[in-house]
């Protein structure tokens, strides 16, 4: 994990280097490093790299898949913390891209990380590839996967929702862009359609895991930890896991949902220590 992580940072750094003096574009350069090189767990790109040696290829050739999916959930948390959207103030343990950077700087340079991405996977060494991937990433990054599952989210601020609106939401807002990490590290080791829709599955439990422990993490975490404020979704009047089964049956969900995804790993010949570990360490994550 710090092996992936480590390389992660590097190749992100390197990506997306401080601009040269006199740059016109110096300003949403900075907001872009600001925000992308602020920390945060890097769960999407380790799975990426994670998939891509699972399915017998070398996990450093995926770094470019892994990096631009990094850049598009970058983007997705700027644009989220915006006053038009959550008007949030603290994101990966510091003030948010608006807050430093002032609104229209914070949308420009969620926009600069969202089109570096495209870059970034188009840049992968065999083209055919590349281009597989990044249609990958633009279908579940966009309105019929994350956009989309933000747009529902917007829509129930306020109303009450029920479990099939919400695992639509959630489908969308986190479920979609952890496929794509998982089927990008897949398609950098030209693996089959077999493995493909394995590492979907496999999203789809870790992915609902994730969700759901967030939302008991909004209740019980600790900011300071987590790096970003808690009890937002009960300020804002939003439904989540939490609010409609309960905190218990919230982990009940979590559990079942990983089981589902270490389940998953089983169609895999390789060896899936690494995943299944990643996969009940998110379950019981503090952050
Ligand atoms: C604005 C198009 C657009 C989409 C926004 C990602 C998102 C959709 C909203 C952010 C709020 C949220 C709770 C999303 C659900 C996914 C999620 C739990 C994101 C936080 O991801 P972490 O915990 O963050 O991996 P770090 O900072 O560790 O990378």
Request: glycine share 10%; aromatic share 6%.
């Amino acid at each position: 994990m710090d092996n992936y992580r480590r390389a992660v940072e590097a190749a992100l750094e390197k990506l997306l280097p401080p601009p040269p003096k006199g740059d016109p574009a110096a300003v949403v350069a900075e907001a872009m490093r600001y925000s992308l090189l602020a920390g945060g767990k890097r769960v999407r790109p380790v799975l990426t790299l994670a998939f891509c040696q699972l399915c017998g290829g070398s996990w450093r050739d995926a770094m470019p898949l892994a990096c631009a999916v990094e850049m598009v959930h970058t983007y997705s948390l700027i644009h989220d913390d915006l006053p038009c959207m959550d008007d949030d103030d603290l994101r990966r343990g510091r003030p948010t891209c608006h807050k430093v950077y002032g609104e229209a700087m914070a949308l420009l340079a969620g926009d600069g990380l969202l089109t570096l991405a495209f870059d970034t996977a188009l840049c992968f060494y065999d083209p055919a590839r590349g281009a597989g991937a990044a249609r990958t990433l633009a279908r579940l990054a966009g309105y019929r996967g994350m956009v989309g599952g933000q747009c529902v989210d917007l829509s129930t601020q306020g109303k009450a929702a029920d479990l099939s609106l919400l695992q639509t939401m959630d489908q969308g807002k986190t479920v979609a862009l952890i496929e794509a990490a998982c089927r990008m590290g897949c398609m950098a080791a030209s693996a089959d359609r077999e493995a493909l829709s394995a590492a979907s599955r496999y999203a789809q439990g870790v992915g609902m895991a994730f969700q759901i422990r967030d939302d008991l993490l909004d209740v019980l975490g600790d900011a300071h930890k987590l790096g970003k404020n808690t009890g937002m979704d009960a300020a804002r009047d939003k439904t989540n896991y939490v609010s409609l089964l309960g905190l218990e049956a919230a982990q009940q969900q979590v559990d079942a949902y990983t089981q589902q995804a270490v389940e998953a790993l089983e169609a895999f010949e390789g060896d899936s220590r690494f995943l299944r570990e990643f996969a009940l360490s998110l379950a019981g994550r503090e952050a």
